[in-house]
């Protein structure tokens, strides 16, 4: 079957202005996350859901980043009044089940702030 | 904040060679996985070791786990040019039912054929 899509696969904005990005997990899979790689590091959690339960939203950097999953599959990270910091690769993966299980991740989207 | 650190930060190995990467972790764990990024790509899971577990294998990969040095090793054996990625291991947290995964930097690794 699919694996995780994420699109778009590139997004450039503008200093300011709001993004969302999007993030179709594998079809029945429970759990998903949402992961920031600056370049040259590893990812960086940001968020996690269980169906569509937030249950962590420990690693989101500000009030400008929220994210959903209102019925528990598509998800969407929404950027409020972008800042060039916020310039980086946003991953999202999902897993089957709960447990720390292995983890699918989609292409990413890569996001410039100009 | 990342918890894992991987050793070396860059390896260039001739095909046929091996290669073993190295993380350390700060804290007590359920697991550490080990996963595979391409340039541009997603990551890729390989394998992963539970806590109670010491070493594991899959194909030419194989993975011990340290939990008294909180330390891993992936060994990749008979390297191929397409070995060529980026290696992370994760970290999961003992604490407060969260799932998240603590990544490291990474271990560059390319296999010059």
């Known amino acids: 079957g699919a694996g995780v899509s994420q699109s778009p696969r590139y997004k450039v904005a503008k200093r300011g202005q709001d993004v969302a990005l999007r993030c179709d997990p594998i079809s029945g899979h429970v759990s998903l996350f949402w992961y920031q790689q600056a370049l040259g590091q590893g990812p960086e959690f940001l968020t996690y859901?269980?169906?569509?339960?937030?249950?962590?939203k420990s690693g989101l950097p500000s009030d400008r980043f929220f994210a959903e999953r209102p019925e528990g599959s598509v998800s969407t990270l929404k950027i409020q009044r972008t800042q060039q910091e916020d310039s980086a690769v946003y991953l999202c993966a999902s897993s089957l089940d709960r447990g720390n299980q292995p983890q699918h991740f989609g292409d990413g989207t890569r996001l410039s702030i100009l | 904040s990342q918890q894992g650190e991987e050793d070396p930060q860059a390896l260039s190995i001739q095909e046929g060679e091996n290669a073993t990467m190295n993380c350390s972790y700060k804290t007590s764990i359920n697991n550490l996985q080990w996963y595979r990024q391409n340039s541009g790509r997603g990551l890729v899971h390989l394998i992963l070791i539970r806590s109670n577990e010491r070493e594991k294998h899959s194909g030419r990969l194989r993975v011990t786990l340290d939990t008294s040095k909180k330390s891993s090793s992936l060994l990749i054996t008979a390297s191929r040019a397409a070995d060529t990625a980026s290696y992370f291991c994760a970290t999961d947290i003992l604490k407060g039912g969260s799932e998240k995964l603590v990544f490291g930097k990474g271990t560059k690794l390319t296999v010059n054929p």
């Open positions: 859901f269980q169906n569509e339960a937030q249950l962590d």
